[in-house]
């Protein structure tokens, strides 16, 4: 059974640090590219943040770039979301997701997790 188990998430004040999990079960994320998506209150999800297989490449919405830093242990089976100089706009509930790249595009598959809510306050 394909399991995705986000973590991290906490209370942060503005200008503050955090480091999200998501540990995978059930399938091998070595196979897959990863992504971190975001959903605040009242507004779409949206993908924050992804890595191909082997980590050589990464993409970023534009709101996080050189914020946000993504990456993966395929050995632990583990992605990470490292998330500095937190805003008030972060807060939201972040989750993550397994997908394929194909050079260009990601497509992702519709497996989501618990997720786990991440608030900064101003």
């Known amino acids: 059974q394909v399991q995705l188990v986000e973590s991290g998430g906490a209370l942060v004040q503005a200008g503050g640090s955090l480091r999200l999990s998501c540990a995978a079960s059930?399938?091998?994320?070595?196979?897959?590219?990863m992504g971190w998506y975001r959903q605040a209150p009242g507004k779409q999800r949206e993908l924050v943040a992804a890595?191909?297989?082997?980590?050589?490449?990464?993409k970023y919405t534009d709101s996080v770039k050189g914020r946000f830093t993504i990456s993966r242990d395929n050995a632990k089976n583990t992605v990470y979301l490292q998330m500095n100089s937190l805003k008030p706009d972060d807060t939201a509930v972040y989750y993550c997701?397994?997908?394929?790249?194909?050079?260009?595009?990601?497509?992702?598959?519709?497996?989501w997790g618990p997720g786990t809510q991440v608030t900064v306050s101003s």
């Open positions: 059930g399938f091998a994320i070595s196979a897959y590219a």
């Open positions: 997701n397994g997908g394929t790249y194909n050079g260009v595009n990601y497509a992702w598959y519709d497996y």
């Open positions: 890595i191909t297989i082997g980590g050589g490449s990464t």
